[in-house]
């Protein structure tokens, strides 16, 4: 029989290789899923993994679009990253990054029609500091009242979905939108557009401000005593005391930075990608962050990776319910598999497989 062995210590091949395995069992699980549903699962996982990259037919604009897509996720999954890692369960991130477009693109709004190079960075500003501000409520409440930050963070997500239905059916209603609940075009404010950066690539400022964000990740995570007090604060809330950390403080600064970065990513797609608010303006970014988070091990450089690659599977997914017409939600239940996979593999990093007799598996 085979039983579940503890390593005298975590395993540093398992660390790497299990995102591996995790990904080879989703596309076996989700070929299985695309053939129940009645599609060829080879053409399928082809189109989703293979054709976005070296289809000579839509390549050469699914590659750039890469960058595109994966910008929100990986500024978000690095923010979540920093709470992770000190056990700060911030699972809001989509709230803060619709307070972030409501924040910022609702300050353009307020501005237009005015032309100015300032305006551009004053709402990404804006943006940043309202997503810092809506998960400053979990974090305040986690501090004074020792408030679940799970429950709180999660909670407020349809409080900011809510909000912004009433602020494009109100307030931000674009007096052009023929009664639609949709804010004005912002690539009609170019002030306020997050233009490409180079023509027909999509490409924008966001991925440069995201690039940024992984280098400034790494060193924070692993060459500074900010990372150093976050591993310790994960690892023993105790020893952290001991180690002269405020947990209280560690608490508001990797709730306050992964909203930040949430709320940037809100706003960069809102005045980019998305180009308007709507009630549709939700993408569940905040959401697959966290499998990004996770499948990149925490580390910025693998999150950057881990982004990319669902970043992937979003335009391999879209090309397949276009070519296949495989439906939405079994691209959605593709991409969950990858936690699914990673959480259930991940028990390989402190625990090994190991062939017993059936008296000493008893």
Known sequence: MLRLEARPEPSRAMVLLTPIIAVVATMIAGGIL?????????????????????NDMVASYTRPQLLVKATPLILMAIGLSFGFRANVWNIGAEGQFIMGAVVGGGTALALYPLESALVFPLIIIMGGLG?????????????RFNANEILVSLMLVYVAAQFLAAMVTGPMKSPV???????RNFNEYQSAFNAELLSNTGLHFG???MMGVVIVGYIFLTRHIFGFQIRVSGQSARASKF???NPHTTVALCLGISGALAGLAGLFEVTGPAGKLSTNFPLGYGFTAIIVAFLGRLHPVGILLAGLLMALTYIGGELAQFQMSIPAAAIQVFQGML?????GVDILVNFRLRWASTKEAR
């Not at 936690?339 to 959480?343: N, S």
């Open 34 to 54: 695309f053939a129940i549903l009645g599609n060829n699962p080879f053409t399928a996982i082809r189109i989703i993994f293979w054709d976005p990259l070296f």
């Open 177 to 183: 939108g023929m009664g639609f609940p949709v804010s």
């Open 243 to 245: 180690a002269g950390v």
């Open 339 to 343: 936690l699914f996979f990673l959480l």
């Open 207 to 209: 991925v440069l401000v």
């Open 131 to 143: 997503g810092f501000l809506w998960a400053m409520i979990p974090a305040i409440l986690k501090i």
